[in-house]
């Protein structure tokens, strides 16, 4: 069974930071491009960012360059995303996702975590 | 940047057949996945390159795409079908829609 499991959300200041980690199971987790994906609070989905198989690759939405940055362990089978300099429009639920690139679908997500940026 | 458009909301009584768009300009050029997302619960994929299906979902939902408009169907709509459900192109995603059995 395929199971993707994030940690590390919580309440941040404006201008801080948080690492998010996915840790993966029941699929070969270093074949698959991976993504990060977040809904803010009643709102829709939006992509984050994604990374390749091997981590030569990686993409971000225009609003979060320069500030968020995806890696991966292979050996871990995890994923993470640190948020350096955030803002309270980051605040949102983040999920991690399988797949997400080009003209794929998002396989597989998980459950999420809570990311709340507010002074 | 591409935009899909899909209605904020669409009701159906059970047992009928539930239609939501998603709607983007040659739309039919491109591939489109769907997901459902129940309250509190992370997005499931429920159609995947306009009209597959993941194993595990039932056949009543099923999908196509033409011209400038991809469509989700669900047909004979259950309570537990109550959702919203999002459109995807590439790394953009639709508003989505809120599906109301009545």
């Known amino acids: 069974e395929v199971q993707l499991v994030e940690s590390g959300g919580g309440l941040v200041q404006p201008g801080g930071s948080l690492r998010l980690s996915c840790a993966a199971s029941?699929?070969?987790?270093?074949?698959?491009?991976m993504s990060w994906v977040r809904q803010a609070p009643g709102k829709g989905l939006e992509w984050v960012a994604n990374?390749?198989?091997?981590?030569?690759?990686?993409y971000y939405v225009d609003s979060v360059k320069g500030r968020f940055t995806i890696s991966r362990d292979n050996a871990k089978n995890s994923l993470y995303l640190q948020m350096n300099s955030l803002r309270a429009e980051d605040t949102a639920v983040y999920y991690c996702?399988?797949?997400?690139?080009?003209?794929?679908?998002?396989?597989?997500w998980g459950q999420g975590t809570l990311v709340t940026v507010s002074s | 940047s591409y935009v899909l458009t899909q209605p904020p909301s669409v009701s159906v009584a059970p047992g009928k057949t539930a239609r939501i768009t998603c709607g983007g300009n040659?739309?039919?050029?491109?591939?489109v996945h769907w997901y459902q997302q129940k309250p509190g619960q992370a997005p499931v994929l429920v159609i995947y390159?306009?009209?597959d299906r993941p194993s595990g979902i039932p056949e009543r939902f099923s999908g196509s795409n033409s011209g400038n408009t991809a469509t989700l169907t669900i047909s004979r709509v259950e309570a537990g079908d109550e959702a919203d459900y999002y459109c995807?192109?590439?790394?953009?995603f639709g508003g989505g829609t809120k599906l109301t059995v009545l």
């Open positions: 996702a399988s797949g997400g690139i080009a003209a794929r679908p998002f396989d597989y």
């Open positions: 029941g699929f070969t987790f270093s074949s698959y491009w």
């Open positions: 990374i390749k198989q091997d981590g030569s690759e990686k």
């Open positions: 040659n739309i039919g050029s491109k591939s």
């Open positions: 390159y306009d009209s």
């Open positions: 995807q192109v590439w790394d953009k």
